[in-house]
């Protein structure tokens, strides 16, 4: 009897092994070590907020029940990204406290462009980090992680930074683009901007070359979203001529730019996947997943896709979220709604929370990218 117990137990674990390999998916996950992300604010997860000023209440107050470096009132894209991969939500780079890269770092930063713009810019909330300087943090990061890891390599401290042998496993993650379009539109004429696009698009495939020679292999990267369906685009149009507007009250011609974007990024991304024949390179369609969620937001039991939940907008007054000031002599707030879970926009800018999830839910398993690859198995060519 004595062995007799261990040898069911195997036969048992052999038919569990046999089935669960018959059922499951044909390809196991990619178990990612690590996560680097770049990107703006759709991905920012306390950059900004460390680097300047903190983005104060209600921001964060849905989730983490206090500001958390994210423009939205909880989770963000690359949030439900780490929870899907089993990883810890990732730190900031720029970020200095509480800080925990064992499992990847962040990049991104709220306002940044895929190319770098002129100093005069920054004061409409473009950040100084754009895609180049946060490859070169990623360079300095990189390095200084692994030089300090050899220091400090037994002792608890080792524990919060990377494995030198996991930046080849780790998946590469970027949301970038959005605002090279909004400064385009406020600095160019739609045909500059047109002209501009391919040079753009170039410095968002050098950065995945780039990557590429550091040892990344694995890159997932969401295209641009429908500009001209943020609130904001309607707050300081009073009578929009007939046919500004699309026929979910988006301006047609942001869209259309955006759409434009899109085409020539996926057309980079499959010559970049020719140049690049070991990296697996995903295009993600973001912009697909918002319009559609704007698009049938009713049925899908959200509000006025143009309605936002935080801040104060009415008669071209405009107190933004979190902020405070003073409308015919009487002090308003830029409070939150009541029930942020039913916006789709969070302040006029930023996704909520639940678009956020909504979105990440359309565009994880597959059927939104170009190779129709589960996020799971993005380390996979197809
Ligand atoms: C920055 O300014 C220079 C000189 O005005 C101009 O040639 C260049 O195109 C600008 N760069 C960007 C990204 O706008
Ligand atoms: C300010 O005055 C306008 C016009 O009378 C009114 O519509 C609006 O509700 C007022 N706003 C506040 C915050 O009192
Ligand atoms: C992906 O998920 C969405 C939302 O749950 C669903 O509508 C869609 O059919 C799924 N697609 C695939 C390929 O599993």
New binding site residues.
């Given amino acids: 009897m004595g062995f007799w117990r261990p040898a069911v137990a195997t036969w048992f674990l052999m038919v569990w092994w046999f089935l669960s390999i018959a059922v499951s998916d044909p390809l196991p996950p990619c178990e990612f070590p690590a996560i680097y992300n770049f990107g703006d604010s759709n991905s920012d997860t306390g950059g900004i907020s460390a680097a300047f000023e903190p983005i104060s209440a209600p921001y964060g107050e849905g989730f983490f029940h206090k500001p958390a470096g994210r423009d939205s009132d909880g989770r963000l894209i690359i949030d439900f990204i780490a929870e899907r991969l089993k990883l810890p939500y990732l730190s900031a780079y720029l970020n200095s406290i509480g800080t925990n890269y064992r499992h990847g770092a962040n990049f991104a930063t709220g306002g940044s462009t895929i190319?770098?713009?002129?100093e005069t810019i920054f004061e409409y909330g473009i950040s100084p980090f754009a895609l180049d300087m946060q490859i070169k943090q990623f360079d300095q990061f990189k390095a200084r992680t692994a030089d300090l890891y050899n220091q400090v390599r037994s002792t608890p401290e080792a524990e919060k930074l990377p494995r030198a042998e996991e930046f080849s496993k780790a998946l590469y993650t970027f949301d970038i683009g959005q605002n090279d379009l909004s400064v385009g539109f406020r600095?160019m004429s739609f045909d500059q901007l047109r002209a501009a696009m391919p040079d753009i698009i170039n410095q968002l495939a050098s950065a995945v070359k780039h990557l590429h020679e550091q040892g990344g292999r694995a890159f997932w990267i969401h295209n641009t979203g429908p500009i001209g369906c943020l609130p904001v685009n309607l707050f300081y149009v009073s009578n929009p001529a007939p046919g500004y507007l699309d026929e979910h009250g988006c301006v047609k011609a942001q869209n259309e730019m955006a759409v434009e974007f899109n085409g020539k990024l996926k057309e980079r991304v499959i010559k970049l996947r020719a140049e690049l024949p070991e990296a697996a390179i995903t295009y993600v369609d973001v912009y697909s997943a918002k319009q559609g969620l704007i698009s049938n937001a009713k049925n899908l039991g959200f509000a006025d896709p143009l309605k936002v939940c935080c801040g104060y907008h009415v008669n071209f007054d405009h107190i933004w979220c979190g902020n405070k000031g003073k409308v015919n002599n009487t002090v308003v707030y830029g409070a939150s709604c009541k029930d942020p879970s039913v916006f789709i926009s969070w302040d006029g800018v930023h996704y909520s929370q639940a678009a956020n999830q909504w979105v990440a839910d359309h565009t994880q398993n597959g059927s939104l990218t170009d190779p129709a690859i589960p996020l799971i198995q993005a380390c996979r060519k197809k």
Avoid: L, V
Wanted: charged share 60%.
């Fill in positions: 190319r770098r713009q002129n600095k």
